[in-house]
């Protein structure tokens, strides 16, 4: 019979789990926004697209786009979402907030254009293993609905880096 430690937090990856665990051998991580990094993202995004400049990105497709983090180690996480929101005519400001495990951060304005955002999260939100962070857009609209474009999807906030750093 194969023996299964409770206590590591690999624990899952007999699941199905085909990507890395974070903070194996260093203190600094950062997720692909690319095809590469599919197996991060769950539910509320849409695919990857790439702009004129090269850069890989995702859209929010609802208010929470969970993306998927495990850890081998904890600690005060300081996470950083660099994100630009959807913008158009007459459009309300957006706000982003950031959801660790159910536990909802401080939101903060979004500026026009692209912009980081940062926050502290601290140890006692994180676990061994696996990990539920939720980006949150205060808005969603289709650039149909509005005006700009034929694309009828609803956009929040097109994130092209979300990093983390362990303290």
């Known amino acids: 019979l194969p023996h299964i430690d409770l206590n590591n937090p690999r624990r ?12 194996e051998s260093g203190l600094e991580e950062r997720l692909s926004f ?16 790439r702009s004129s400049e090269g850069v890989d990105f995702r ?5 929470e786009a969970e993306v998927l983090i495990p850890l081998t180690k904890i600690g ?3 996470v950083r979402v660099r994100a630009a929101p959807f913008t158009y005519p007459r459009s309300q400001r957006m706000t982003l907030v950031l959801k660790v ?3 909802t951060l401080a939101a903060q304005p979004m500026q026009a254009g692209v912009g980081m955002y940062e926050w502290a999260v601290p140890a006692q939100l994180w676990r061994q293993g696996f990990n539920r962070l939720a980006v949150c857009a205060s ?3 289709s650039p149909a609905a509005v005006g700009l474009s034929p694309d009828t999807r ?14």
């Open 12 to 23: 899952a990856s007999f699941c199905g789990w085909s990507g890395r665990d974070l903070f």
């Open 34 to 49: 690319g095809p590469s990094g599919e197996n991060s993202f769950g539910t509320g995004w849409h695919g990857a697209e």
């Open 59 to 63: 859209w929010t497709s609802a208010r």
């Open 76 to 78: 005060t996480i300081t």
């Open 101 to 103: 495990n159910g536990e």
């Open 139 to 141: 808005n969603l609209a």
């Open 154 to 167: 609803l956009l929040g906030v097109a994130v092209s880096d979300l990093s983390l750093r362990l303290s």
